[in-house]
Protein backbone atom coordinates (compact mmCIF):
# COMPACT_ATOMS: atom_id res chain seq x y z
CA UNK A 1 0.00 0.00 0.00
CA UNK A 2 1.22 3.51 -0.96
CA UNK A 3 2.27 5.50 2.17
CA UNK A 4 -0.13 7.49 3.27
CA UNK A 5 0.76 9.63 6.97
CA UNK A 6 1.61 12.44 6.56
CA UNK A 7 3.30 14.89 9.43
CA UNK A 8 2.19 18.78 10.00
CA UNK A 9 4.70 21.35 11.67
CA UNK A 10 2.82 24.71 12.85
CA UNK A 11 5.87 26.37 13.39
CA UNK A 12 5.25 29.69 15.37
CA UNK A 13 7.30 32.73 16.12
CA UNK A 14 7.86 30.84 19.60
CA UNK A 15 6.08 27.36 19.53
CA UNK A 16 5.60 24.70 17.21
CA UNK A 17 2.30 22.62 17.02
CA UNK A 18 2.10 19.40 15.31
CA UNK A 19 0.18 16.19 14.12
CA UNK A 20 0.72 13.18 12.66
CA UNK A 21 -2.61 11.96 10.44
CA UNK A 22 -3.54 9.07 8.78
CA UNK A 23 -5.14 10.36 5.68
CA UNK A 24 -6.71 7.37 4.67
CA UNK A 25 -8.82 7.07 7.38
CA UNK A 26 -8.22 10.22 8.56
CA UNK A 27 -7.06 9.21 11.90
CA UNK A 28 -5.03 11.93 13.94
CA UNK A 29 -2.06 9.48 15.36
CA UNK A 30 -0.42 12.04 17.09
CA UNK A 31 -1.15 15.71 18.27
CA UNK A 32 1.76 18.11 19.97
CA UNK A 33 3.38 20.87 20.86
CA UNK A 34 6.29 22.68 21.95
CA UNK A 35 6.21 26.15 23.67
CA UNK A 36 8.29 28.69 24.89
CA UNK A 37 10.83 27.92 22.59
CA UNK A 38 13.89 29.68 23.39
CA UNK A 39 13.19 30.28 27.05
CA UNK A 40 14.77 27.68 30.24
CA UNK A 41 11.05 26.40 30.50
CA UNK A 42 10.07 25.32 27.49
CA UNK A 43 7.32 22.58 27.58
CA UNK A 44 6.76 19.50 25.26
CA UNK A 45 3.40 18.04 25.66
CA UNK A 46 3.07 14.52 23.04
CA UNK A 47 -0.36 12.90 22.55
CA UNK A 48 -0.45 9.68 21.02
CA UNK A 49 -3.77 8.37 19.76
CA UNK A 50 -5.58 6.42 22.63
CA UNK A 51 -2.58 7.28 25.25
CA UNK A 52 -1.78 8.93 28.18
CA UNK A 53 -0.18 12.71 27.42
CA UNK A 54 3.44 13.10 28.38
CA UNK A 55 5.11 16.56 29.29
CA UNK A 56 8.73 17.63 29.31
CA UNK A 57 9.92 20.87 30.55
CA UNK A 58 13.37 21.95 30.05
CA UNK A 59 15.46 24.58 27.74
CA UNK A 60 14.58 23.63 24.21
CA UNK A 61 17.09 26.36 22.55
CA UNK A 62 15.27 26.98 19.10
CA UNK A 63 13.32 25.32 16.20
CA UNK A 64 15.84 22.94 15.35
CA UNK A 65 16.52 21.26 18.56
CA UNK A 66 12.20 21.68 19.25
CA UNK A 67 11.94 19.71 16.01
CA UNK A 68 14.47 17.27 16.91
CA UNK A 69 12.59 16.54 20.21
CA UNK A 70 9.43 16.03 18.48
CA UNK A 71 10.98 13.37 16.29
CA UNK A 72 12.22 11.86 18.99
CA UNK A 73 8.65 11.66 20.66
CA UNK A 74 7.05 9.96 18.29
CA UNK A 75 10.13 7.42 17.78
CA UNK A 76 9.38 6.78 21.46
CA UNK A 77 5.57 5.40 19.57
CA UNK A 78 7.22 3.37 16.89
CA UNK A 79 5.54 6.45 14.22
CA UNK A 80 8.92 7.90 13.57
CA UNK A 81 9.87 10.23 11.04
CA UNK A 82 12.10 7.20 8.81
CA UNK A 83 8.52 4.83 8.93
CA UNK A 84 7.86 3.91 5.31
CA UNK A 85 4.09 5.02 5.96
CA UNK A 86 5.43 8.75 5.76
CA UNK A 87 3.85 10.38 2.42
CA UNK A 88 5.04 14.03 3.10
CA UNK A 89 5.83 16.21 5.78
CA UNK A 90 3.02 19.61 5.43
CA UNK A 91 4.44 22.97 6.44
CA UNK A 92 2.46 25.71 7.63
CA UNK A 93 4.40 29.05 5.98
CA UNK A 94 3.01 32.22 6.74
CA UNK A 95 3.72 35.09 4.59
CA UNK A 96 3.54 33.55 0.42
CA UNK A 97 3.68 36.93 -0.99
CA UNK A 98 1.94 37.01 -4.49
CA UNK A 99 3.67 34.50 -5.71
CA UNK A 100 1.92 31.36 -4.13
CA UNK A 101 -1.70 30.78 -4.30
CA UNK A 102 -1.80 26.97 -3.97
CA UNK A 103 -0.25 24.60 -1.69
CA UNK A 104 3.36 24.05 -3.13
CA UNK A 105 5.81 21.20 -2.75
CA UNK A 106 9.47 23.02 -1.75
CA UNK A 107 12.28 23.20 -3.72
CA UNK A 108 15.82 25.58 -3.26
CA UNK A 109 13.53 28.50 -5.50
CA UNK A 110 10.67 28.16 -2.92
CA UNK A 111 12.83 27.96 0.20
CA UNK A 112 14.41 30.87 -1.40
CA UNK A 113 11.23 33.16 -1.88
CA UNK A 114 10.14 32.25 1.32
CA UNK A 115 13.31 33.75 2.71
CA UNK A 116 13.08 36.77 0.26
CA UNK A 117 9.47 37.56 2.35
CA UNK A 118 11.00 37.39 5.98
CA UNK A 119 10.71 41.88 6.17
CA UNK A 120 7.26 41.32 5.70
CA UNK A 121 6.60 38.08 8.70
CA UNK A 122 9.74 38.58 10.68
CA UNK A 123 7.99 36.51 13.30
CA UNK A 124 6.74 33.84 11.15
CA UNK A 125 8.92 33.01 7.78
CA UNK A 126 12.25 32.47 9.86
CA UNK A 127 10.53 30.04 12.24
CA UNK A 128 9.00 28.06 8.65
CA UNK A 129 11.85 28.26 7.21
CA UNK A 130 13.91 26.10 10.03
CA UNK A 131 11.11 23.67 10.13
CA UNK A 132 11.52 23.04 7.06
CA UNK A 133 15.25 22.68 7.03
CA UNK A 134 15.23 20.48 9.80
CA UNK A 135 12.45 18.30 7.85
CA UNK A 136 14.56 18.43 4.97
CA UNK A 137 17.75 16.65 6.82
CA UNK A 138 15.67 14.50 9.04
CA UNK A 139 13.71 13.06 5.59
CA UNK A 140 15.37 14.31 2.40
CA UNK A 141 13.98 11.70 0.48
CA UNK A 142 10.04 12.74 1.36
CA UNK A 143 8.24 15.85 -0.48
CA UNK A 144 7.72 18.87 1.63
CA UNK A 145 5.13 20.75 1.14
CA UNK A 146 4.32 24.42 1.81
CA UNK A 147 0.84 25.60 2.98
CA UNK A 148 0.20 29.14 2.46
CA UNK A 149 -1.37 31.38 5.36
CA UNK A 150 -1.59 34.37 2.67
CA UNK A 151 -3.44 31.75 -0.29
CA UNK A 152 -6.78 32.24 0.67
CA UNK A 153 -6.56 35.58 0.66
CA UNK A 154 -5.24 36.11 -3.36
CA UNK A 155 -9.05 36.02 -4.17
CA UNK A 156 -9.23 39.56 -2.61
CA UNK A 157 -10.44 42.65 -5.04
CA UNK A 158 -7.70 45.60 -6.01
CA UNK A 159 -9.83 47.47 -3.77
CA UNK A 160 -9.45 45.54 -1.10
CA UNK A 161 -5.92 44.74 -0.97
CA UNK A 162 -4.89 48.00 -2.30
CA UNK A 163 -3.69 50.89 -0.42
CA UNK A 164 -4.78 54.25 -1.08
CA UNK A 165 -0.68 55.08 -1.30
CA UNK A 166 1.08 56.32 -4.01
CA UNK A 167 0.57 52.90 -7.01
CA UNK A 168 4.26 53.05 -8.66
CA UNK A 169 6.09 53.12 -5.11
CA UNK A 170 3.74 50.45 -3.87
CA UNK A 171 4.18 48.20 -6.57
CA UNK A 172 7.94 48.73 -7.04
CA UNK A 173 8.17 47.70 -2.82
CA UNK A 174 5.10 45.09 -2.98
CA UNK A 175 3.49 47.00 -0.60
CA UNK A 176 0.06 45.34 -0.30
CA UNK A 177 -2.53 43.69 2.14
CA UNK A 178 -1.91 40.13 2.06
CA UNK A 179 -3.53 38.95 4.69
CA UNK A 180 -2.77 35.75 7.20
CA UNK A 181 -4.69 32.62 8.69
CA UNK A 182 -5.98 31.75 5.17
CA UNK A 183 -5.92 28.34 5.98
CA UNK A 184 -8.30 28.48 9.19
CA UNK A 185 -10.48 31.46 7.82
CA UNK A 186 -10.72 28.59 4.39
CA UNK A 187 -11.82 25.48 7.08
CA UNK A 188 -14.03 27.79 8.95
CA UNK A 189 -16.03 29.20 6.24
CA UNK A 190 -16.29 26.27 4.87
CA UNK A 191 -17.91 24.00 8.23
CA UNK A 192 -19.83 27.08 8.74
CA UNK A 193 -21.53 26.44 5.73
CA UNK A 194 -21.81 22.77 6.62
CA UNK A 195 -22.98 23.69 10.12
CA UNK A 196 -26.00 25.37 7.96
CA UNK A 197 -26.54 22.69 6.33
CA UNK A 198 -25.93 25.13 2.77
CA UNK A 199 -23.16 24.56 0.33
CA UNK A 200 -20.31 27.11 1.19
CA UNK A 201 -21.12 29.13 -2.98
CA UNK A 202 -24.41 29.91 -1.10
CA UNK A 203 -22.92 31.26 2.41
CA UNK A 204 -21.79 34.39 3.36
CA UNK A 205 -19.29 34.28 6.43
CA UNK A 206 -17.82 36.72 8.43
CA UNK A 207 -15.03 34.88 10.63
CA UNK A 208 -13.56 36.17 13.49
CA UNK A 209 -10.10 34.26 14.17
CA UNK A 210 -9.15 35.00 17.58
CA UNK A 211 -5.89 33.27 18.62
CA UNK A 212 -2.84 35.35 20.09
CA UNK A 213 -2.35 36.67 16.93
CA UNK A 214 -5.90 37.30 15.52
CA UNK A 215 -8.11 38.54 12.08
CA UNK A 216 -11.14 38.69 10.71
CA UNK A 217 -12.52 38.43 7.29
CA UNK A 218 -15.22 38.41 4.87
CA UNK A 219 -15.81 34.98 3.01
CA UNK A 220 -18.70 35.76 -0.02
CA UNK A 221 -19.58 31.84 -1.26
CA UNK A 222 -16.42 30.58 -0.50
CA UNK A 223 -14.24 33.07 -1.47
CA UNK A 224 -12.32 35.43 0.48
CA UNK A 225 -13.22 39.12 -0.24
CA UNK A 226 -11.51 41.46 2.26
CA UNK A 227 -9.55 40.64 5.41
CA UNK A 228 -8.46 42.33 8.80
CA UNK A 229 -4.35 42.01 8.61
CA UNK A 230 -2.33 43.53 5.69
CA UNK A 231 1.18 43.57 4.17
CA UNK A 232 2.21 41.90 7.58
CA UNK A 233 0.02 39.92 10.70
CA UNK A 234 0.34 43.60 12.51
CA UNK A 235 -2.67 45.55 10.88
CA UNK A 236 -6.09 45.19 11.87
CA UNK A 237 -7.94 43.53 15.27
CA UNK A 238 -6.37 44.16 18.84
CA UNK A 239 -3.95 41.08 19.31
CA UNK A 240 -2.49 39.30 22.05
CA UNK A 241 1.27 41.64 21.39
CA UNK A 242 0.21 43.62 18.33
CA UNK A 243 -1.39 46.64 18.09
CA UNK A 244 -3.74 46.32 14.96
CA UNK A 245 -4.51 48.99 13.42
CA UNK A 246 -3.68 52.89 14.36
CA UNK A 247 -2.91 56.36 12.24
CA UNK A 248 0.82 55.39 10.86
CA UNK A 249 1.53 58.86 11.68
CA UNK A 250 2.50 57.31 15.17
CA UNK A 251 5.61 55.97 13.90
CA UNK A 252 7.17 58.82 12.82
CA UNK A 253 5.66 61.07 15.83
CA UNK A 254 7.52 58.04 18.00
CA UNK A 255 10.64 58.32 15.35
CA UNK A 256 10.69 62.15 15.49
CA UNK A 257 9.32 63.12 18.91
CA UNK A 258 10.48 59.92 20.67
CA UNK A 259 13.39 59.18 19.29
CA UNK A 260 12.94 55.40 18.63
CA UNK A 261 14.82 53.55 16.29
CA UNK A 262 12.24 51.62 13.32
CA UNK A 263 13.67 48.46 14.79
CA UNK A 264 12.00 49.87 18.39
CA UNK A 265 8.95 50.51 17.52
CA UNK A 266 8.67 47.55 15.19
CA UNK A 267 9.20 46.02 18.69
CA UNK A 268 6.64 48.12 20.24
CA UNK A 269 4.00 47.00 17.93
CA UNK A 270 5.01 43.40 17.42
CA UNK A 271 5.80 42.45 20.48
CA UNK A 272 4.45 45.19 23.63
CA UNK A 273 1.23 46.45 22.08
CA UNK A 274 -1.68 44.91 22.12
CA UNK A 275 -3.70 43.59 25.27
CA UNK A 276 0.00 42.94 26.99
CA UNK A 277 0.86 46.41 26.26
CA UNK A 278 -2.04 47.68 27.52
CA UNK A 279 -2.60 45.42 30.73
CA UNK A 280 0.29 43.40 31.39
CA UNK A 281 -1.16 39.89 30.09
CA UNK A 282 -1.77 38.52 26.83
CA UNK A 283 -3.99 35.37 27.86
CA UNK A 284 -7.88 35.93 27.65
CA UNK A 285 -7.87 33.81 30.58
CA UNK A 286 -6.12 35.96 32.97
CA UNK A 287 -7.83 39.35 31.56
CA UNK A 288 -11.18 37.75 32.11
CA UNK A 289 -10.43 37.07 35.83
CA UNK A 290 -9.13 40.25 36.80
CA UNK A 291 -11.77 42.31 35.01
CA UNK A 292 -14.42 39.90 37.22
CA UNK A 293 -11.97 40.95 39.81
CA UNK A 294 -12.56 44.29 39.72
CA UNK A 295 -9.71 45.48 37.84
CA UNK A 296 -9.93 48.69 35.36
CA UNK A 297 -6.25 48.15 33.41
CA UNK A 298 -7.73 45.20 32.48
CA UNK A 299 -11.61 46.11 31.90
CA UNK A 300 -9.94 48.93 29.48
CA UNK A 301 -7.84 46.57 27.86
CA UNK A 302 -10.72 43.80 27.24
CA UNK A 303 -13.34 47.20 26.30
CA UNK A 304 -10.49 48.12 23.53
CA UNK A 305 -10.38 44.54 22.16
CA UNK A 306 -13.64 44.16 21.96
CA UNK A 307 -14.37 47.86 20.38
CA UNK A 308 -12.19 46.75 17.29
CA UNK A 309 -13.99 43.19 16.64
CA UNK A 310 -17.06 45.22 16.64
CA UNK A 311 -15.88 47.98 14.34
CA UNK A 312 -14.73 44.61 11.76
CA UNK A 313 -17.93 42.93 12.20
CA UNK A 314 -19.83 45.99 10.94
CA UNK A 315 -17.48 46.83 8.12
CA UNK A 316 -17.61 43.37 6.88
CA UNK A 317 -21.23 43.23 7.44
CA UNK A 318 -21.32 45.98 5.07
CA UNK A 319 -18.58 44.61 2.38
CA UNK A 320 -20.50 41.27 2.12
CA UNK A 321 -24.37 43.07 1.85
CA UNK A 322 -25.71 39.99 3.40
CA UNK A 323 -24.34 38.35 6.07
CA UNK A 324 -25.69 34.62 6.68
CA UNK A 325 -23.11 33.60 9.91
CA UNK A 326 -20.84 35.11 12.10
CA UNK A 327 -18.18 32.02 13.16
CA UNK A 328 -15.61 32.63 16.27
CA UNK A 329 -12.68 30.49 15.97
CA UNK A 330 -9.37 29.68 17.73
CA UNK A 331 -7.72 29.67 20.67
CA UNK A 332 -9.64 33.53 22.02
CA UNK A 333 -13.00 33.00 19.61
CA UNK A 334 -13.68 29.39 20.93
CA UNK A 335 -13.20 29.25 24.66
CA UNK A 336 -14.06 33.18 25.80
CA UNK A 337 -18.11 33.65 25.90
CA UNK A 338 -17.63 36.34 27.59
CA UNK A 339 -15.54 38.05 24.35
CA UNK A 340 -18.53 36.02 21.84
CA UNK A 341 -21.07 37.81 24.13
CA UNK A 342 -19.59 41.42 24.20
CA UNK A 343 -18.41 41.32 20.78
CA UNK A 344 -22.27 41.12 19.19
CA UNK A 345 -24.09 42.88 22.06
CA UNK A 346 -25.97 45.96 20.59
CA UNK A 347 -25.76 44.86 17.45
CA UNK A 348 -29.87 43.11 17.41
CA UNK A 349 -30.39 46.19 14.39
CA UNK A 350 -28.20 43.78 12.28
CA UNK A 351 -29.76 40.82 13.16
CA UNK A 352 -27.15 39.43 15.46
CA UNK A 353 -27.36 37.56 19.01
CA UNK A 354 -26.15 35.60 20.98
CA UNK A 355 -28.02 33.19 23.38
CA UNK A 356 -26.36 33.12 26.95
CA UNK A 357 -27.27 29.60 27.25
CA UNK A 358 -25.92 28.40 24.42
CA UNK A 359 -23.11 30.47 24.76
CA UNK A 360 -22.22 29.39 27.79
CA UNK A 361 -22.07 25.69 26.91
CA UNK A 362 -18.21 24.26 26.54
CA UNK A 363 -17.56 21.61 23.83
CA UNK A 364 -16.17 20.21 21.07
CA UNK A 365 -18.05 20.45 17.65
CA UNK A 366 -19.58 23.30 15.76
CA UNK A 367 -21.97 24.99 17.32
CA UNK A 368 -24.47 27.22 17.24
CA UNK A 369 -24.61 29.88 19.96
CA UNK A 370 -27.60 32.64 18.17
CA UNK A 371 -30.73 31.94 19.46
CA UNK A 372 -33.20 30.02 17.06
CA UNK A 373 -34.97 32.66 15.56
CA UNK A 374 -31.86 34.99 15.13
CA UNK A 375 -31.52 36.13 11.22
CA UNK A 376 -27.96 35.79 11.34
CA UNK A 377 -26.04 32.86 12.99
CA UNK A 378 -23.61 33.38 15.34
CA UNK A 379 -21.54 29.75 15.70
CA UNK A 380 -18.68 29.07 17.10
CA UNK A 381 -16.46 26.59 14.59
CA UNK A 382 -13.31 25.48 16.33
CA UNK A 383 -10.52 25.43 13.24
CA UNK A 384 -8.22 22.58 12.65
CA UNK A 385 -5.22 24.45 10.48
CA UNK A 386 -3.20 21.13 10.95
CA UNK A 387 -6.10 18.93 9.56
CA UNK A 388 -6.48 21.29 6.51
CA UNK A 389 -2.98 21.74 5.88
CA UNK A 390 -2.14 17.93 5.82
CA UNK A 391 -5.54 17.20 3.18
CA UNK A 392 -3.76 19.84 1.22
CA UNK A 393 -0.15 18.12 1.48
CA UNK A 394 -1.96 14.85 0.93
CA UNK A 395 -3.87 16.06 -2.29
CA UNK A 396 -0.95 17.38 -3.67
CA UNK A 397 1.54 14.64 -3.59
CA UNK A 398 -0.95 12.40 -4.72
CA UNK A 399 -1.91 14.34 -7.71
CA UNK A 400 1.59 15.05 -8.71
CA UNK A 401 3.01 11.77 -8.00
CA UNK A 402 5.12 12.75 -5.75
CA UNK A 403 4.35 9.82 -3.55
CA UNK A 404 7.21 7.36 -3.34
N1 LIG B 1 -10.25 28.75 28.09
C1 LIG B 1 -9.87 29.91 27.54
N2 LIG B 1 -10.54 31.05 27.81
C2 LIG B 1 -10.19 32.21 27.25
N3 LIG B 1 -9.15 32.36 26.41
C3 LIG B 1 -8.44 31.27 26.10
C4 LIG B 1 -8.75 29.99 26.64
N4 LIG B 1 -7.87 29.10 26.12
C5 LIG B 1 -7.03 29.79 25.32
N5 LIG B 1 -7.38 31.10 25.31
C6 LIG B 1 -6.73 32.19 24.57
O1 LIG B 1 -6.26 31.68 23.33
C7 LIG B 1 -4.93 32.16 23.08
C8 LIG B 1 -4.17 31.18 22.21
O2 LIG B 1 -4.90 30.94 21.04
P1 LIG B 1 -4.30 30.11 19.82
O3 LIG B 1 -5.35 30.07 18.77
O4 LIG B 1 -3.77 28.82 20.33
O5 LIG B 1 -3.15 31.09 19.40
P2 LIG B 1 -1.83 30.93 18.56
O6 LIG B 1 -2.12 29.89 17.48
O7 LIG B 1 -1.65 32.31 17.99
O8 LIG B 1 -0.75 30.53 19.49
C9 LIG B 1 -4.34 32.34 24.47
O9 LIG B 1 -3.35 33.34 24.44
C10 LIG B 1 -5.55 32.79 25.29
O10 LIG B 1 -5.68 34.20 25.22
C1 LIG C 1 -0.13 35.22 11.04
C2 LIG C 1 -0.26 35.13 12.51
O1 LIG C 1 -0.51 36.11 13.17
O2 LIG C 1 -0.13 33.91 13.05
P1 LIG C 1 -0.20 33.53 14.61
O3 LIG C 1 -1.59 33.88 15.06
O4 LIG C 1 0.05 32.04 14.63
O5 LIG C 1 0.83 34.34 15.31
MG1 LIG D 1 -2.62 30.17 15.52
Redesign the pocket.
Known amino acids: MSPSRVLVL?S?SS?V?YQLLDMRGGERLAVGLVERIGEETSLLRHTPAGGEARERTGAVPDHDAALKAVAAELAKDGLGVDAPELAAIGHRVVHGGKRFTEPTVIDDAVLAEIERLIPVAPLHNPANLTGIRTAQALRPDLPQVAVFDTAFHTTMPESAARYAIDVETADRHRVRRYGFHGTSHAYVSRETARLLGRAPEDVNVIVL??????SASAVRGGHCVDTSMGLTPLEGLVM?TRSGDMDPAVIFHLMRVGEMSADEIDTLLNKRSG?IGLCGD???????RRVDAGDERARLAFDIYIHRLKKYIGAYYAVLGRVDAVAFT???????AP?REAAVAGLEGLGLAVDDELNAVRGDGARLISPPDARVAVAVVP?DEEMEIATQTYALVNASGNLT
Open positions: NGSKHLGNGAGLNDMREIRAGVGENAVT
